[in-house]
């Protein structure tokens, strides 16, 4: 079988083990957390070319138990297990950090913690506390739980994937992300989404304001019909973003045309060159 772009190793990261991915070097790491429930193979279209003058990071986050009750990961303890991953790594900064959907809070929260670490951020279609239903209820909590039921079903969570963009990664990656252990990457992204709320709130309480360092925003413009039913709601999400950036001069929005949630597979060169303008801007000492 040929290499895969993203080989996979398991990292023992504190006390559990994470799949990660090393590639590139250079004077700046480059640290990609996923979305919720999604694998790292997401940024397959992305990593290896920013990998040619950067190290970079690609990684899975802490699983969930197979059996038993199913517990919550907030994003503190998420930023931890990055913490310890990047250390087993022998990684140190500076790190430009790059997040897509709950990996933004992810992201964010680690640089609360590491700020001496963290030298440029790239948002990519983030969560932000303050975007509407954000905070889950007791209904939307069933409803996702209920969701992810669907991804175990092979043909459905296909079908599914295709519509995300995991339809562009090329043979190799499009059989890994096929053979990945849904189920327990369902129990997973439960696990997260239980952590959602908390997060967020403890998040606007501790660091309601982006770090001060090189940013970059990229948001998803929207494609084909979606981009017309779902205005309001890409109008909003982007009014949240732009104002939490309107107080770091170093932060930047942008609205990505023809990309759908998952701007990393619909436009990856958007990313990239997100990423580059980032790394430009970051003084290595």
Same mark, same amino acid.
């Given at each position: 079988?040929?290499?895969?772009?993203?080989?996979?190793?398991?990292?023992?990261?504190?006390?559990?083990?994470?799949?990660?991915?090393?590639?590139?070097?250079?004077?700046?790491?480059?640290?990609? +957390?996923?979305?919720?429930?999604?694998?790292?193979?997401?940024?397959?279209?992305? +990593?290896?070319?920013?990998?040619?003058? *950067?190290?970079?990071? *690609?990684y899975d986050r802490r699983p969930a138990p197979p059996g038993g009750p199913l517990?919550?990961?907030?994003a503190a303890q998420m930023a931890a297990d990055l913490r310890h991953l990047l250390?087993?790594?022998?990684?140190?900064?500076?790190?430009?950090?790059?997040?897509?959907?709950?990996?933004?809070?992810?992201?964010?929260?680690?640089?609360?913690?590491?700020?001496?670490?963290?030298? !440029?951020?790239?948002?990519?279609?983030?969560?932000?506390?303050?975007?509407?239903?954000?905070?889950?209820?007791?209904?939307?909590?069933?409803?996702? !739980?209920?969701?992810?039921?669907?991804?175990?079903?092979?043909?459905?969570?296909?079908?599914?994937?295709?519509?995300?963009?995991?339809?562009?990664?090329?043979?190799?990656?499009?059989? #890994?992300?096929?053979?990945?252990?849904?189920?327990?990457?369902?129990?997973?992204?439960?696990?997260?989404?239980?952590?959602?709320?908390?997060? *967020?709130?403890?998040?606007?309480? #501790?660091?309601?304001?982006?770090?001060?360092?090189?940013?970059?925003?990229?948001?998803?413009?929207?494609?084909?019909?979606?981009?017309?039913?779902?205005?309001?709601?890409?109008?909003?999400?982007?009014?949240?973003?732009?104002? +939490? +950036?309107?107080?770091?001069?170093?932060?930047?929005?942008?609205?990505?045309?023809?990309?759908?949630?998952? #701007?990393?597979?619909?436009?990856?060169?958007?990313?990239?060159?997100? #990423?580059?303008?980032?790394?430009?801007?970051?003084?290595?000492?």
């Amino acid at each position: 079988m040929p290499t895969p772009l993203l080989p996979r190793q398991p990292t023992q990261a504190g006390d559990v083990a994470l799949d990660a991915v090393v590639l590139g070097d250079g004077p700046l790491t480059v640290v990609f +957390a996923n979305g919720m429930g999604s694998p790292l193979e997401e940024w397959a279209l992305v +990593a290896p070319t920013v990998a040619q003058s *950067c190290r970079v990071v *690609c990684y899975d986050r802490r699983p969930a138990p197979p059996g038993g009750p199913l517990p919550t990961h907030d994003a503190a303890q998420m930023a931890a297990d990055l913490r310890h991953l990047l250390d087993a790594l022998r990684v140190t900064g500076p790190l430009v950090l790059v997040g897509h959907s709950w990996g933004g809070v992810v992201v964010r929260r680690f640089a609360v913690d590491h700020a001496d670490d963290v030298a !440029g951020m790239v948002f990519v279609d983030a969560t932000h506390e303050n975007i509407k239903g954000m905070v889950p209820t007791r209904a939307t909590t069933a409803l996702y !739980g209920f969701s992810q039921l669907f991804l175990q079903v092979g043909l459905i969570r296909r079908r599914l994937l295709r519509s995300l963009g995991f339809g562009r990664l090329g043979p190799v990656e499009s059989t #890994i992300v096929d053979n990945l252990p849904w189920p327990a990457m369902s129990r997973t992204s439960r696990a997260e989404y239980g952590g959602t709320g908390p997060s *967020c709130q403890e998040l606007a309480r #501790i660091a309601p304001d982006l770090p001060h360092v090189p940013t970059r925003i990229l948001l998803a413009g929207g494609r084909g019909l979606t981009a017309k039913l779902g205005a309001k709601q890409l109008a909003g999400i982007r009014t949240v973003w732009q104002s +939490a +950036a309107a107080g770091v001069s170093e932060a930047t929005v942008q609205s990505v045309p023809d990309s759908g949630h998952y #701007i990393p597979l619909d436009q990856p060169q958007a990313v990239i060159d997100a #990423i580059d303008d980032v790394v430009s801007r970051v003084s290595v000492a």
